[in-house]
């Protein structure tokens, strides 16, 4: 068997070596969460800080470290970030003016990259290199692949820490142009404390998942709540964008076994994890673990083949005929598409589907109902008003697919706040809604 380790070392060097080697203009692409990589970042940012770089743009997806280009507005022309789906970092860029996103659905980022970016390099955190030369890309497939495809170099950030998924994307060392090691650990979310509220609502989504259901769940208390409310359940599967601390409580409960999933069966599948060290541990060496590109994972096509698939996301704010705003509080930027519309597409066109758009009925602790009678002004419609399917509050749920206008703002009004049925009935009512 060849031996890789010649080659490994020769191409083994330090963040600030990597860095020297960036040019001014370069288009730079990390990929998402924990595959990230902030040793690099951090080398390039002191080049960029110090007046060594002007121009360079890097893509990334979901920021889940603190690097200085989302935080220090002194960067920007230096160095920009250009988010395909914002996390907190990014989000105070965007906001900020001195960084962008790019709209899309988070399926289709791999076809924009191959039809329409030339990487100067990839950077990605790795676990260590196996005896075949081949790091495996950890937690996350995402559209990896792609700009593996589309770019002049690639840097690596070898981290013992990171698990290594059997199953999901690999790199080799031959297409790798530079490497540094760290032992870093890796990001994690804090725990989350399920509050009554959400509590509430969990258990009403689960009311309506039954046996064999075929999941999928965001990250947040009431995703939380609904995965603690599955437990109970039996042969469910998992197919899902996100991998979440709930699912690996589902599988080691029992309650998912894959076995009723038609593709992939005793597989779950996603395309990223984050969350708790739980998962990671979870992931290393986990044949049962299918991280795979999310042009794949995410096409409605591909989840609605499997039956009685179950959707669960959130939203800002709802109107009256069913526009979700899922990404922004009227004009400022939180977020962005990623893959609501796929998995309310692919739950509705699954045999047995549903798909759940779930939120507390206020924000601002009481002061602001999140369903309104038309959306903020400068709102971004993430789901359309022909593709929602219920809506839930901690009053009940709505279902809206098929029913008209005024049906669907009656069903609405009643599980809003008390507070505000009163306001969003008059106003129905003035806009002639309520027939």
């Known amino acids: 068997m060849r031996d890789f380790s010649s080659e490994y070392q020769s191409k083994k060097t330090t963040a600030a ?83 962008d996103v790019i709209p899309t659905y988070y399926r289709d980022l791999p076809g924009h990259i191959r039809r329409g970016y030339e990487y100067d390099a990839f950077c990605v955190s790795v676990s260590p290199m196996d005896k075949h030369g081949y790091f495996s890309l950890a937690t996350t497939s995402s559209y990896s692949p792609a700009v593996i495809e589309k770019a002049k170099r690639i840097f690596l950030e070898v981290n013992d820490r990171q698990p290594r998924a059997v199953c999901g994307a690999q790199v080799h060392i031959s297409q790798v142009a530079g490497l540094v090691e760290v032992s870093q650990k890796l990001p994690v979310l804090p725990p989350v404390k399920i509050d009554p509220v959400s509590e509430t609502i969990g258990n009403l989504i689960a009311e309506r998942i039954g046996d064999g259901a075929c999941i999928q769940l965001g990250i947040g208390a009431i995703p939380e709540a609904v995965g603690a409310a599955l437990k109970s359940k039996h042969d469910l599967g998992i197919h899902t964008e996100l991998f979440t601390d709930s699912m690996v409580e589902l599988i080691e409960c029992g309650a998912v076994n894959n076995s009723k999933k038609t593709i992939h069966r005793g597989q779950s599948v996603t395309t990223f994890a984050f969350g708790s060290q739980r998962i990671y541990d979870f992931i290393d060496d986990n044949p049962a673990m299918l991280i795979m590109p999310v042009e794949y994972v995410n096409d409605p096509a591909v989840i609605a083949q499997n039956d009685n698939v179950v959707s669960i996301n959130s939203a800002l704010e709802v109107d009256l005929w069913g526009q979700v705003c899922a990404e922004s509080v009227g004009t400022r930027h939180v977020s962005g598409t990623g893959g609501q519309v796929d998995y309310v597409r692919g739950a509705c066109q699954s045999r047995g589907g549903k798909s759940f758009i779930a939120f507390t009925s206020t924000a601002k602790d009481g002061a602001i109902s999140k369903i309104k009678s038309i959306l903020t002004p400068g709102a971004v419609v993430s789901t359309s008003k022909n593709d929602v399917d219920y809506i839930v509050t901690e009053y009940g749920v709505a279902h809206l697919r098929g029913r008209s206008l005024s049906e669907r703002a009656r069903s609405l009004i009643a599980i809003a706040h008390p507070n505000f049925r009163d306001e969003l009935t008059f106003e129905a009512k003035k806009r002639g809604i309520l027939i």
Do not use: C, H
């Open 17 to 99: 070596e990597l860095a020297a080697r960036v040019g001014d203009n370069w288009l730079i692409a990390m990929d998402a969460a924990a595959s990230q990589t902030p040793a690099i970042m951090a080398a390039i940012e002191a080049r960029a800080r110090s007046g060594g770089l002007s121009g360079v743009r890097v893509q990334s997806l979901l920021d889940v470290y603190p690097m200085g280009m989302f935080a220090d507005n002194s960067l920007f022309g230096r160095m920009t970030s250009v988010s395909w789906f914002t996390g907190g970092g990014a989000r105070k860029a965007v906001n900020g003016g001195y960084g």
